[in-house]
């Protein structure tokens, strides 16, 4: 190997491992507007949440259908990871990831730990 080589390969390495910025703190949320994501599962409208309730990895949402007909309960778990369950009436109608891409209704937000600002991805 040439000293220009070794060179090249030397400050190829020191790029790949020397970006400061990637080793900043940040913060992904998943952010869902659960009544719209509810009426698209279930072809119901006006969903409402009437309880939530937050452990160490997830956050649950009680929900209800306005209808007064046969009103739907619903129960929304949201994990910390981007998962999902949720259950109506008793019967699971999702069980999976918020972030393959697949839901209209959901979408990931990324924040600077340190100062809480939102970052801008290109």
């Known amino acids: 190997m040439t000293a220009t080589n070794q060179q090249d390969a030397i400050e190829l390495l020191s790029g790949e491992f020397n970006h400061p910025a990637w080793d900043e703190p940040i913060i992904c949320r998943v952010e869902v507007d659960l009544p ?3 009426t698209q599962l279930t ?3 006006d969903w409402e949440v009437y309880s939530e309730e937050e ?3 997830c956050i649950s949402f009680a929900m209800r259908q306005g209808s007064k007909l046969t009103p ?7 994990y ?8 109506v009436d008793g019967s699971s109608l999702f069980d999976g990831s918020l972030t393959s891409g697949a839901n209209d209704y959901a ?3 990324y924040y600077h730990a340190d100062s809480g600002e939102k970052i801008t991805l290109n």
């Open 55 to 57: 452990e160490e990895n």
């Open 107 to 109: 979408h990931l937000t």
């Open 36 to 38: 719209a994501w509810l």
């Open 72 to 78: 739907k309960h619903a129960e929304v778990t949201l």
């Open 43 to 45: 072809g119901g409208r």
């Open 80 to 87: 910390h990871n981007g998962y999902a369950i949720v259950d």
